[in-house]
């Protein structure tokens, strides 16, 4: 489901040497077959290991936030709507769907053959009752803002619903991307504590077989999927929490595709081997990584204090040292070349003497010559806070830590274990500064993200941002349809974001997916490789069970 937002724990660094760059991986099913071993038509069977950095939270990801439960519940799950090849929408679980009265009312019709994996019918009450359970204050979800903006929700029959709305709202469409629940297991049950988290009933192309916690989830093709069966039999999440041992895992054929840290692309994926046994993609990713405050801590309050730790950081050296140049700096959280994006924006770029000017308009200065700033008593110091495992963001962190120290604030940096990571600092406010990223939406309302009524736990504004002005343009954004009102409206929030640094925005990295050459059918589009999933497909030579 490629519309959440959601916590990024992809685009990490190995820094460890991972032996010659020409050993070829083990086994000769990793082989690229030759055009006469492969097939006109796509055969069905074998399987396909992929690693996940962190083991899933929930697989009902309305309660999730972290990318794994999304990556897994993506293939569990359909919704009425979704983004094609083009990030244009198109029907899925719906035959067709209408936008009438000028945008304020949504007929959608669903597909009479659709089944739960239990056999029993998906229909519009099951969009009902879910649409119901996101409205509901007492579902811990962060994505219910797209379903509070309904004002009525009809069941028109079995198979057909329509939702109006008191004004347009932008990102309509946009919800019913989002999966559909099953009214049928679902309904009674106390979300944090039902089987279902682990034990999903979906409709999608495949099912939850198995799950050893902390190892591996398997996943098995849905023989009754609507779409048709996926070619591939299963799909094997293995946990690995450090991209060193990922692609260790790579090299020795035990995992089929993973996403490249740049250097890994560059430098330990060439050669003759490499290229007879994989294909390797690059693109500007939907995602962005960034440094994020804790506004409530007074060390923050003031954005002048903000702008000077923005200007004390070299943006270039991280694309350039951490990236290997595979990235371009960011300056807000829009993806670079999309109609959304303000070119207009310049950049504060590095000035380390103007930071340390800034920091003294703002009180802060070194009064008792130990080399750190202080105000009031108190020295400037804080704790830069990322997930373990996770290389880039803590050479990132380290960068950083050695810039601002010569502007005189003194950095600690700490990495925990993801689940910790996000339960226990980011989702509660626990900690002063944190290294994230976020991925990009195809539409470019993010309220959850930035209005000041999205504070955790609820909601994904995290840093605890609120500027009036900004939550205005955020609220009239969603309330028109025509794209270049929009655009008037997002180019202001976004110099807004620039003036207050609640972020300061890093960089956009390229994704580098690499994928096992036995795989066939991989395909880049604007929406990446991922599109077409269920169509991959394996020569029966080449296909494994082991």
């Keep these: ?163 109006r709305y008191d004004t347009v709202f932008a990102r309509a469409l946009t919800t019913w991307a989002h999966h559909i629940l099953p009214r049928h297991v679902l309904e009674g049950q106390d979300l944090l504590k039902t089987k279902y988290s682990r034990e999903p009933m979906g409709a999608g192309p495949y099912k939850l077989a198995e799950w050893t916690p902390g190892s591996r989830l398997t996943l098995k093709a849905n023989e009754d999927y609507f779409e048709g069966r996926p070619y591939l039999d299963e799909v094997i999440y293995t946990i690995i929490p450090d991209m060193s041992t990922q692609f260790l895992e790579l090299k020795a054929g035990n995992v089929d595709m993973m996403g490249l840290t740049p250097k890994q692309y560059l430098f330990q994926t060439s050669g003759p081997d490499w290229d007879k046994n994989y294909q390797k993609f690059k693109y500007l990713a939907f995602a962005y990584s960034y440094l994020g405050y804790n506004l409530k801590n007074p060390l923050f309050s003031d954005k002048r204090v903000r702008r000077a730790i923005t200007l004390a950081i070299d943006k270039e050296e991280i694309v350039k040292g951490v990236l290997f140049g595979l990235g371009v700096p ?107 990223g976020w991925n990009i939406l195809q539409d470019p309302d993010i309220f959850p993200v930035w209005h000041s009524s999205q504070f955790p736990p609820q909601g994904l504004n995290n840093g605890f941002y609120a500027n009036p002005e900004a939550d205005r343009l955020i609220e009239e954004a969603r309330r028109t349809l025509d794209q270049d009102t929009r655009k008037k409206l997002y180019d202001r929030f976004q110099e807004i974001l620039h003036e207050d640094q609640p972020y300061c925005f890093l960089y956009v990295p390229y994704s580098l997916p690499i994928v096992a050459s036995r795989i066939q059918g991989v395909e880049v589009a604007p929406a990446g490789i991922g599109w077409n999933f269920t169509k991959w497909w394996v020569p029966k030579s080449l296909q494994r069970t082991e």
């Design 1 to 163: 489901m490629q519309l959440r937002l959601v916590l990024c724990l992809s685009f990490v660094l190995a820094l460890a040497a991972c032996g010659s760059d020409e050993q070829k991986p083990a086994g000769e099913s990793s082989e690229k077959p030759s055009a006469a071993a492969v097939p006109a038509t796509p055969e069905y069977g074998g399987r396909i290991v992929e690693p996940l950095l962190g083991e899933p939270s929930n697989l009902i990801d309305v309660l999730a936030t972290d990318s794994s439960s999304h990556e897994v519940a993506d293939k569990i799950y359909v919704s009425p709507l979704r983004y094609d090849k083009n990030i244009v929408f198109e029907p899925y679980a719906a035959e067709s769907y209408e936008i009438l009265d000028e945008g304020k009312r949504i007929r959608i019709t669903l597909k009479k053959n659709i089944r739960w994996f239990d056999g029993t019918p998906l229909t519009a009450r099951d969009v009902e009752f879910t649409y119901k359970l996101m409205i509901d204050p007492k579902t811990p979800t962060a994505y219910s803002d797209d379903y509070k903006a309904i004002s009525s929700f009809t069941v028109v029959d079995d198979y057909t619903f329509e939702v």
């Design 330 to 436: 960011a300056i807000g959280p829009y993806k670079p070349g999309t109609w959304v994006y303000n070119d207009q924006i310049v950049d504060y770029g590095y000035h380390p003497d103007q930071a340390k000017a800034m920091l003294a308009e703002a009180g802060w200065k070194d009064s008792d010559g130990d080399g750190v700033l202080d105000k009031d008593g108190r020295p400037f110091a804080f704790t830069i806070l990322t997930n373990q495992g996770n290389e880039e963001r803590i050479k990132t962190a380290t960068i950083i830590q050695q810039r601002l120290k010569e502007v005189g604030i003194k950095i600690e940096v700490r990495s925990v274990e993801w689940a910790a990571f996000i339960n226990e600092f980011i989702n509660k406010g626990n900690f002063e500064a944190t290294i994230l």
